[in-house]
């Protein structure tokens, strides 16, 4: 049986929370940075990660309130939170420029475009569709527990066409990066309960001017979009690549949101898209 390399579980302390990140190694090479989104963890990045591991270096975070991240005691679940996060993150990191690839990565991209060598945006635009509220009642109607692991992951393939179409190691593993077992043997969930709540009561968090600041990347920018997406229109994803300086279309078929990033026609672009050398000052 071959084994499957693994990350390094790490921690940074950040705008007075402890947040998690999965560092997989190759320090010297270019920095590769990926941000998961509202339903997600660290983990979600692994199958990528185990791609590109031996020609960059790969960290991938838990946002706050998530994964194994601190919850915010305040309930600051905003993007300008998690902007400020990712900020201090990589500054803590020494990564001066670098890669980012993810679903939040538009915001932090309009506020620092100069610190950006490469950037991935993942089924997502800086206008809300339906699926955003989708997603939001399935988490906040989601059980809060479940008797076994087995069971919770048949929960998330029934939820998830995604998660359903993976393999059952993958499913395994991603599902460890957002569920839990309590001392009495139930499986819970990873996240702030008060962050479900409050995007329930309140919506989606707000997102902050978004067109504008795509016009500010100027680095290569990809922008993938699955054709079964209820988060992203094919209208929506054509006008970002426009507003983008140097913006690319990725068009994943049969896939809603959000593509996994291994699909072969995300590899595909990301094999000629990433750089082979970049530096890290």
Not at 10 to 18: A, E, K, M, Q
Not at 60 to 73: I, M, N
Not at 91 to 110: E, N, Q, R, S, T
Not at 231 to 247: C, H, K, N
Request: glycine letters at 8%.
């Amino acid at each position: 049986m071959t084994t499957l390399p693994q990350p390094t579980s790490r921690t940074l302390d950040v705008n007075g929370l402890s947040l998690h990140y999965l560092d997989w190694g190759n320090p010297g090479a270019p920095p590769v940075v990926c941000v998961h989104g509202y339903t997600s963890s660290a983990q979600a990045f692994n199958a990528l990660a185990r791609r590109l591991l031996e020609r960059y270096h790969v960290v991938a975070l838990d946002v706050r309130g998530h994964g194994e991240s601190a919850w915010s005691k305040s309930g600051a679940y905003q993007y300008g939170d998690q902007v400020d996060d990712l900020a201090a993150a990589v500054d803590k990191l020494g990564l001066g420029h670098f890669a980012l690839i993810g679903i939040i990565a538009m915001a932090y991209a309009g506020a620092y475009p100069e610190r950006l060598t490469h950037l991935v945006i993942n089924d997502i635009g800086p206008d809300v569709e339906t699926g955003s509220q989708r997603i939001t009642q399935m988490v906040g109607s989601r059980p809060d527990e479940f008797a076994t692991l087995e069971d919770a992951m048949a929960y998330r393939r029934q939820m998830s066409p995604i998660v359903a179409g993976r393999s059952l190691d993958d499913q395994h593993e991603l599902a460890l990066g957002v569920l839990r077992q309590r001392p009495d043997g139930q499986w819970i969930w990873k996240m702030d309960p008060a962050y479900i709540r409050q995007r329930v009561e309140r919506g989606a968090p707000q997102r902050p001017a978004l067109w504008p600041a795509l016009a500010r990347v100027t680095c290569p920018t990809l922008v993938v979009w699955g054709t079964d997406s209820d988060v992203i229109s094919e209208a929506q994803a054509q006008r970002m690549v426009q507003a983008l300086p140097r913006g690319e279309l990725v068009v994943v078929p049969g896939v809603g949101h959000a593509p996994t990033l291994v699909e072969p026609a995300v590899l595909t672009a990301l094999e000629r898209f990433l750089p082979i050398t970049a530096s890290r000052a």
